[in-house]
């Protein structure tokens, strides 16, 4: 049975099979996964801070946030509210002109094949982050 995902340690592996003889290019796990998240997390805050596109480099796409009309069929449950009321409540996004946000991979003119068995996830933390920032009207998203 084959990996779903794959790690900073599998893309460590592989840059170490192929640069590991290079001494201009060799570096330590530990260093090279510091690199990895600090890059990560540079690319995270300008995408939510500043709303910019980032274009995958190797034509994997571009990663941004998409700004959403909500559906009036499909509303999102509000489950705090939810449970506290013992009524299903709706969340109404007043404070974003009944939009949302999402992050999203637009693979479209990404170059690789079956494109489309692939998904991004973005962690917790960055989802978290973008809905602070929406709440407090601290950054608009135009799309």
């Not at 099979?17 to 600090?38: I, M, Q, S």
């Not at 079956?114 to 929406?134: D, E, G, H, V």
Request: some cysteine; overall charge positive; proline content about 1%.
């Amino acid at each position: 049975m084959s990996k779903k995902s794959r790690t900073i340690k599998d893309a460590y592996v592989d840059y170490n099979d192929k640069n590991g003889n290079d001494k201009d290019f060799a570096v330590d796990y530990k260093t090279y996964k510091n690199v990895c998240l600090e890059f990560n997390k540079k690319i995270s805050e300008a995408i939510i801070t500043t709303a910019e596109e980032f274009k995958v480099f190797g034509g994997l796409g571009i990663i941004r946030i998409k700004r959403l009309k909500s559906s009036k069929t499909q509303r999102r449950v509000d489950w705090e509210k939810t449970k506290e009321h013992n009524v299903k409540v709706y969340h109404l996004n007043f404070h974003t002109d009944e939009y949302y946000y999402k992050w999203y991979w637009n693979r479209k003119k990404a170059r690789f094949k079956n494109r489309s068995a692939y998904s991004f996830i973005p962690i917790r933390k960055n989802k978290r982050t973008l809905a602070k920032l929406l709440k407090e009207n601290a950054v608009e998203y135009f799309n």
